[in-house]
């Protein structure tokens, strides 16, 4: 009899066409090489005109190189893993580990409860033995709106997860399943009962939210409301900690006589006096009150708009951490951040191509970023354990056993791990639990763990595991990246920065693929200066390229033509449209002019010690008449803001400098055609690009009129500093 063959769990594949990918890689350099050659040896002697444009130029051209180089690093060695079910159910089945889910939420007005708890029942569904299951829910905004609706949800339950089980049910988010189905699908009995019952939870939820109050009667029906009665405000309030169903109660079972998972709300203390560090705080204090309640082994951590959409997920994530071999040195498994709100052409953009590229690169060289939601840890490396390959993790467990104390007591025992001074004098923020002091807690905490000598995983099944709601409005986009491009800076410049932190601990391909989204900011200054300069210049007719008819014409024509048709089959490719490609040049403008802009002066402003870590959390509602125009693929300028001024300027100076050529050209004949053209196509090219990307932009200044478009106010400053400076440039 032979040995029994050793079957992965999961397996890791190169990806392909990489060959193909590296050569055009290498070609494409030789251009950028070419190009800086070509700036560096014709630079204007002082007093020629130009000189100092094309000095601008030459740093946005050093600059834009360097990060397409930081950018091949996660193109290089792309790598796609496929996890095995099977096997790990045929090996481990009665072994499974538990595994503790976290849910996160801020605040009841801009996520509803009801959106909650359809993001809390899709996980407590979860394909996976129940009493190994347990949901945590840590609510920051300690509303009594947000329990109310976890409450109901948590009898639903005993309804939903075995209506889920019996027809298996996909996605097991109830709105979201009963969204997905049309009419002919509606119509058998057991169907409208289980619609039914949810209707009248969404409406009491609703009919509460609406009021800004949970009724007296439903208080009355449940002492737990009482925690409330020494609650003074959001900032201010003692820990609030609810087991609803603890599923090693006997009658915590579901109308099918089957356990129900543990299901626990927290709402941590909050002082005004004590800083309670966001996302981090809170994630600290689930770990803490779990660790004594479940503690299992493995933790799935989700943002209350990331419901589940596979109910696989948990076996999908553990055939990474329990393969016999290759398991021991993985702390995290990372998912897509998908959307289920997006639009087919996505006109706020997309994280697509991170998804179907980038983080796969990264996971060639030790695995990607952790991103905050969708992610599998491992609890201990969340501690702060060193990985050794000799002390392995042994994630197998059997059944949890049955507590002493009852659950009221076990309540006010735990309490104080979510107090706002137990983190006092430890090193909880620091060297424990996610990291504080960082707009991005989760990227920070990740790299940590990888500077441990860990690795990460990122994993994309077929079916999406999870979804969530993006930003529908252009300001909340423009909010959302400046938070996470800076706290990427933050990480550059702190002591845990991938350069001096990581180098000699990460590979050097994943020290260059963090570098790309630490120096997402910067990137500000080169495009800056690429879309002012040479439309300036054309304004006064001096040149900043090569004529059309030299040699050195062509690496510019090369590496335009290459890297735009690269990126739009990258795009295509990740599964964009035309138009979604289009609209990603826009917001990737819109962006590099506005949110990277106000990073890059906020971290200046935190490194010299007169700013502090702000965290503004994405709204996800949208007013109706906003909602229209998102599905219509409008987009929301709204209201004021100085990055919304700022976009509005550059697209009206680009416009100006663009009809001043035209202007000379026709009108004055100041300018022979053939010789603009000769001279200065490149320019015109660029200039012409930027007026055509900023359309939507044009049309909300002159011609809309919904409450979407640009504010007056807005739309005459920029006009009136744009023409002053066109004026003062091509007249003076
Ligand atoms: O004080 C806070 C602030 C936020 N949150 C929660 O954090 C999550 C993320 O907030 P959101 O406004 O949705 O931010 P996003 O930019 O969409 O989030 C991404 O980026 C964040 C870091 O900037 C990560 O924390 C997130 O997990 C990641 O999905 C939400 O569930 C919030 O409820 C808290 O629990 N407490
Ligand atoms: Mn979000």
């Known amino acids: 009899m ?33 190009i800086w050659i070509y700036r560096l040896c014709n630079i204007p002697k002082p007093g020629e005109n130009g000189r100092y444009g094309w000095i601008g130029m030459l740093g946005a051209e050093l600059w834009f190189g360097f990060y397409w180089f930081l950018t091949q690093s996660l193109r290089w060695n792309r790598v796609n893993r496929q996890a095995f079910r099977d096997r790990l159910l045929q090996r481990y089945e009665n072994e499974l580990p538990r595994v503790d889910v ?19 029942l899709s996980v407590m569904a979860y ?19 947000t329990f109310y609706a976890l409450l109901e949800a948590s009898r639903f339950a005993k309804n939903w ?15 979201a399943y009963f969204a997905s189905l049309s009419v002919s699908d509606q119509s058998d009995a057991e169907f409208s009962e289980i619609k039914r019952l949810y209707e009248d939870m969404a409406n009491k939820i609703d009919t509460a939210c609406k009021a800004g109050r949970v009724s007296d009667q439903a208080k009355l029906e449940y002492k737990g409301f009482s925690k409330w009665s020494s609650y003074s405000s959001k900032k201010n309030h003692a820990a609030i900690l609810q087991i609803l169903i603890d599923s090693r109660d006997e009658g915590a079972k579901d109308i099918d006589g089957v356990k129900l998972p543990t299901l626990v709300y927290v709402a941590r203390e909050k002082r005004p006096q004590h800083f309670h560090n966001f996302k981090a705080g809170a994630m600290n204090a689930l770990i803490r009150v779990s660790s004594e309640i479940s503690n299992g082994p493995v933790i799935l951590n989700v943002d209350c708009d990331m419901y589940s959409n596979n109910s696989n997920s948990i ?26 709100n997006t639009t087919k052409n996505e006109i706020y953009g997309s994280l697509r191509v991170i998804d179907k590229v980038e983080f796969h690169g990264a996971d060639g060289y030790g695995g990607p970023l952790y991103t905050g939601t969708g992610c599998f840890h491992r609890r201990d490396t969340l501690y702060g354990r060193e990985f050794s390959n000799v002390a392995r993790i042994d994630l197998k467990s059997s059944c949890p056993e049955k507590r002493e104390e009852n659950t009221h007591e076990l309540e006010e025992r735990l309490e104080c791990l979510a107090s706002s001074t137990y983190e006092q004098n430890t090193q909880w923020g620091n060297e424990i639990g996610l990291k504080y002091g960082c707009p991005v807690e989760d990227v920070l905490t990740g790299l940590t763990i990888k500077c441990k000598g860990w690795k990460s995983v990122f994993y994309r099944p077929k079916r999406e595991a999870f979804l969530g709601v993006t930003a529908t409005t252009l300001d909340q986009i423009l909010v959302q990246h400046k938070r996470w491009s800076e706290g990427d800076l933050n990480i550059l410049f702190s002591k845990y920065s991938p350069v001096w932190y990581g180098l000699g601990k990460l590979n050097p391909g994943l020290v260059l693929g963090y570098l790309n989204y630490c120096f997402w900011s910067p ?27 030299s040699k050195w014409f062509l690496p510019f024509a090369y590496v335009i033509i290459a890297e735009l048709t690269y990126s739009f089959a990258e795009f295509l490719w990740s599964g964009g449209t035309v138009l979604g490609w289009w609209n990603e040049q826009r917001i990737w403008l819109y962006k590099r002019t506005s949110s990277y802009i106000f990073a ?33 693929e409008a987009m929301e300028f709204g209201s004021a803001s100085p990055m919304l001024t700022i976009l509005s300027t550059l697209a009206m100076l680009n416009l100006f400098c663009l009809m001043g050529l035209v202007k000379k050209l026709l009108l004055t004949r100041e300018l022979g055609l053939k010789y603009v053209f000769e001279t200065m196509a490149l320019q015109i090219l660029l200039c012409g690009v930027l007026v055509f990307v900023n359309l939507p932009l044009y049309n909300a200044v002159f011609f809309r009129k919904d ?17 002053s400076v066109c004026t003062c440039i091509a007249y003076l």
């Open 2 to 34: 032979g040995e029994l063959k050793y079957e992965p769990l999961f397996e890791t594949k190169k990806a392909k066409g990489r060959i193909i990918y590296r050569l055009f890689a290498t070609s494409l350099f030789c251009g950028i090489l070419l």
């Open 102 to 120: 976290f849910v996160c939420t801020a605040d009841p007005a801009i996520e509803p409860p009801i959106m909650v708890i359809n993001t809390v």
């Open 127 to 145: 394909n996976y033995p129940p009493e190994k299951l347990s949901v945590y829910l840590s609510d920051d905004a300690s509303s009594e709106l």
């Open 161 to 175: 997860l075995p209506y889920c089980k019996k027809f298996n049910v996909e996605p097991r988010s109830p709105a």
């Open 315 to 340: 076996q999908d994530a553990l055939c990474f951490f329990m393969d016999e071999e290759k398991s021991h040195e993985i702390a995290f498994v990372q998912f897509p951040q998908s959307f289920e």
């Open 523 to 549: 990137n500000c200054f080169a495009t800056l200066c690429y879309s002012i300069v040479p439309s300036l210049y054309l304004l006064r007719g001096i040149s900043l390229f090569p004529q059309v008819s």
């Open 600 to 632: 890059v002066l906020d971290t200046m402003l935190k490194l010299f010690g007169s700013s502090n870590t702000t965290f503004i959390v994405t709204p996800k509602v949208t007013d109706e008449d906003v909602l229209l125009r998102y599905k219509q």
């Open 707 to 723: 409450k979407g478009k640009i504010p007056s106010s807005t739309a005459v400053q920029s006009v009136v500093f744009s023409l």
